[in-house]
């Protein structure tokens, strides 16, 4: 499948460090260098604004999806390509989903690791890929936890198998990219690999 439309879940706090703002807009320039179209949940401030306003300024497309009560409290970019507003965070999530061809959570604020593992869950629902951007090693804790006796009995294989991580943006958007499900990779001969 094609990588037409990424989400990318960053950090919107305006207080989000320099780093997380710099290494936001790199990516927003890889996707819009890319040709692909930035899906994410519309924030006009830290590192998911510095995305936006990445994607916007190379002249990509962007497609915000907010809550009602997020439009109502915040300010939203000008120039996107689409703007939905939904009632709820659920009803959020599920639109993300429906519209990404893959999805990319960016070092920082926790609630882009909560908002990627939301839509790593729903892999049964979807079979699309789920990229950890581990720049400075920020993930890497986590990237042990996989092999837990616990995932082990609870996370399926088909899920674990779309979960990519890698520290640097171009290669992680590459693998995104490759990214075939895994049934379809066990079907297939070693020689496709």
Sequence with gaps: MPLRRVCVFSDPRPDA???HRELAASVGWLLADNGITLVYAGA????GGALAEAVLGAGAGAIAVVTAAAALESEIPTGLSERRVVATIEERNAALADLADGFLALPGAFASLEELFAIWTWGGGHEKPCGLLNRADYYTGLLHTPND???DRYV???QRGMLI???DPAVLLRAL???RPPETRRL???EDF
């Design 177 to 179: 990219a490759d990214f």
């Design 188 to 190: 297939q001969s070693s």
């Design 17 to 19: 460090g320099p780093e």
């Design 165 to 167: 991580a890698d520290r």
């Design 156 to 158: 399926r294989e088909s």
């Design 149 to 151: 006796v616990l995932l």
């Design 44 to 47: 006009a401030q830290g590192a």
